[in-house]
């Protein structure tokens, strides 16, 4: 059985930095990608970063790209999401997925699924 553990998220202030974890049990990914996806109430499931598990290429959503970093630790089935310089409009449920395809930035491609995270970022 596959399961998605999150943690890492919290209350923070703008311009703070976080790191959200993922860790993953009962399968690795070779050959496709883990992302993380994140929700804000009302809200549909958005896209924020994808890293392919063989060679570990990321991608990011434009909203987040230079100041979010993605990156994975194949020996601890687990990737990251390194947030620096949060705003408040980064405030979400931040989910882990995985089983997509290689690149892949639409949530209905990724099989399994994490609990989230909350992420609050205060002004």
């Known amino acids: 059985q596959v399961q998605l553990l999150e943690s890492g998220g919290g209350l923070v202030h703008t311009g703070d930095s976080l790191r959200l974890s993922c860790s993953a049990s009962g399968r690795t990914f070779d050959g496709y990608a883990m992302a993380w996806f994140r929700q804000a109430p009302g809200n549909n499931r958005r896209f924020v970063a994808t890293i392919t598990w063989t060679d570990g290429r990321p991608y990011y959503d434009h909203s987040v790209d230079g100041r979010f970093s993605v990156s994975k630790d194949n020996a601890k089935n687990t990737i990251y999401l390194q947030m620096n310089n949060l705003r408040p409009e980064d405030t979400a449920v931040y989910y882990c997925?995985?089983?997509?395809?290689?690149?892949?930035?639409?949530?209905?491609?990724?099989?399994?699924w994490g609990q989230g995270t909350q992420v609050t970022v205060s002004s």
């Open positions: 997925a995985a089983g997509g395809p290689e690149g892949s930035t639409w949530y209905t491609e990724y099989s399994w």
